[in-house]
């Protein structure tokens, strides 16, 4: 009997093991604020492109124009990380206070590892960001590899407005 229970421990700990290695979801609760805005900002991202020949957006303005004109309801909060507390501003200067990052003239040809937005670890307590790559997944950073990311693939951030 008790040898049965050491079984099932070590199965549901590799389990959580694997489960907690997997880059889906978010490691830590300061990360898991703006996981469910990068996926869906993802989903804009491609219906985005299918209407502008394979283009990616190359703007959080031009994101959210193309939101809004597409006739869903286009929530400004979509483009602000929660962990800031930070309320949207005008939606016709999208870029001047949009939280995330994003990396213009990227199209379907991209490699689908290539970086398409992200947001910032200062948005995070210094412990990380969540990353959106152009094949739509989202993946949470420990800080150090966020930056070791960034550089390999030759990405710095902008300075924060
Ligand atoms: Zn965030």
């Not at 040898?3 to 300061?30: E, H, K, N, Q």
């Not at 804009?44 to 283009?55: C, I, M, P």
């Not at 930070?86 to 991209?110: A, E, H, K, R």
């Not at 969540?130 to 300075?159: H, M, R």
Request: one cysteine or more.
């Amino acid at each position: 009997m008790r040898r049965y229970i050491v079984i099932i421990v070590t199965v549901v700990a590799v389990t959580f093991a694997v489960m907690w290695l997997g880059c889906a979801r978010p490691r830590s609760a300061s990360g898991q604020k703006c996981t469910s805005n990068f996926a869906q900002i993802g989903k804009l991202f491609y219906r985005y492109e299918a209407d502008h020949g394979g283009n990616f957006p190359s703007s959080w303005q031009a994101s959210y124009d193309y939101l809004a004109s597409s006739g869903q309801d286009a929530n400004p909060r979509l483009f602000v990380c929660r962990r800031t507390g930070q309320q949207p501003g005008p939606t016709n200067q999208v870029d001047n206070w949009c939280s995330f990052v994003i990396v213009p003239n990227l199209t379907t040809n991209s490699p689908m590892t290539r970086v398409i937005a992200c947001c910032r670890p200062e948005h995070h307590d210094g412990k990380g960001a969540n990353v959106l790559f152009v094949d739509g997944s989202v993946c949470w950073y420990a800080t150090d590899e966020f930056y070791k990311l960034l550089k390999e693939q030759g990405i710095t951030l902008p300075k924060k407005k």
